[in-house]
């Protein structure tokens, strides 16, 4: 199957959509809609009365749904939604089932190193919490959280891409200053928050396409996050 603007075949596989969809006037990190006659506002077109043809302005949040945190969020020298190369957000990620995880407890560095094969270069990393249903919930930050040691060995041992998961973060709650979001960001990695559907996954490694907008000065959007498995 030839796509335009990718270059080769896509083999055969499977696409999972690893988004939440948004609803407006319903998020916590608030979307708005507002319905605009085209004709009203751009006078070179021409419309019959009766004839549905609007535009919309869209009011939102940076972090709305699912979404990626660029580095430029906590480092002002960081990569924003523009500068984030391409090659970044279409790569090779890893899947880690971290399910058995209750509110408030660490993600270790003992627990990441027992995948210290699974876990190459330049990959991204998501955790699966099994915390999608309490997204739009009053528990929807109740999570875990990835320890200093633990980002630090993904970081600067593993060089990883992109790390994210299916809850609202992976900071340490209640730190001043969010101490790992600075850290990674620091270091040009950038952060997922509130990916859904990961139990629908059926591999540990897979293409993960992080779908943003190349908005030049933006710190984080939102995105059709979709990963892809080969059969």
């Known amino acids: ?42 006078s070179q077109y021409i ?14 949040s940076s972090h ?3 979404h990626i945190e660029f580095p430029y969020h906590h480092s002002k020298t960081g990569l924003d939604a523009a500068s984030f190369g391409l090659d970044r957000l279409i790569a090779p990620c890893v899947l880690i089932d ?7 407890d660490a993600v270790t560095l003992g627990e990441l190193q027992e995948y210290a094969e699974l876990i190459q270069a330049g990959d991204s990393v998501l955790f699966n919490f099994g ?19 633990a980002a630090k060995w993904l970081a600067e041992v593993k060089k990883i891409n992109i790390i994210g998961s299916d809850a609202s973060g992976l900071e340490i709650k209640r730190a001043p200053n969010q101490p790992i979001h600075q850290y990674l960001m620091e270091r040009q990695i950038a952060i997922i ?7 629908s996954l059926t591999k540990k490694r897979f ?15 939102p995105v059709r996050l979709v990963a892809y498995e080969d059969v």
């Open 131 to 149: 915390l999608d249903m309490n997204y739009r919930t009053e528990k929807s930050h109740e999570r875990p959280y990835l320890s200093m040691e």
């Open 193 to 199: 928050e509130f990916a859904a559907n990961l139990d």
């Open 1 to 42: 199957m030839k796509q335009p603007g990718i270059s080769g075949a896509i083999p055969a596989g499977r696409f999972v959509d690893l988004s939440h969809r948004l609803m407006p006037d319903r998020e916590e990190y608030h979307l708005r809609l507002k319905n605009v006659n085209t004709a009203e506002r751009y």
């Open 98 to 104: 971290f399910k058995y995880k209750k509110a408030d």
């Open 47 to 60: 419309v019959d009365e009766g004839t549905w043809y609007i535009l919309q302005d869209i009011e939102m």
């Open 64 to 66: 709305c749904g699912t």
């Open 207 to 221: 293409m993960l396409f992080v779908l943003a907008l190349a908005v030049e000065g933006l710190d984080s959007c």
